[in-house]
């Protein structure tokens, strides 16, 4: 089992920035890919970004391409998403998850999840 819990979520003004983490423990050993999701209100979970753990590839949606970075602390077992020009479509409560799966890179489904944190951009 791997346990995951974020944190960094907020209210930001459009065109502003925050930084999201993720913080995981239990049988951290045998992660593959960590990733972000978010679900806005009435809408279906989405992929935001990714990242392999050991040799740090990494994917993002066309939407935050240019605008957010997801990186990653292996001595920390901490995982980041960097969200710079913040816009009010960004709303939603971003999830971190975890995978001891290579399939969940190219499938993303995803094992693991944390509880969320919310992110609100006011226009």
């Known amino acids: 089992q791997v346990q995951l819990v974020e944190s960094g979520g907020g209210l930001v003004q459009a065109g502003g920035s925050l930084r999201l983490s993720c913080a995981a423990s239990g049988r951290t050993f045998s992660t593959y890919a960590r990733a972000w999701f978010r679900q806005a209100p009435g809408k279906e979970r989405e992929f935001v970004a990714a990242v392999t753990w050991s040799g740090g590839s990494t994917d993002y949606a066309d939407s935050v391409k240019g605008r957010f970075t997801i990186s990653r602390d292996n001595a920390k077992n901490t995982v980041y998403l960097q969200m710079n020009s913040l816009k009010p479509e960004d709303t939603a409560v971003y999830y971190c998850?975890?995978?001891?799966?290579?399939?969940?890179?190219?499938?993303?489904?995803?094992?693991?999840w944390g509880q969320g944190t919310q992110v609100t951009v006011s226009s």
């Open positions: 998850a975890a995978s001891t799966s290579a399939t969940a890179w190219y499938s993303r489904n995803y094992a693991y």
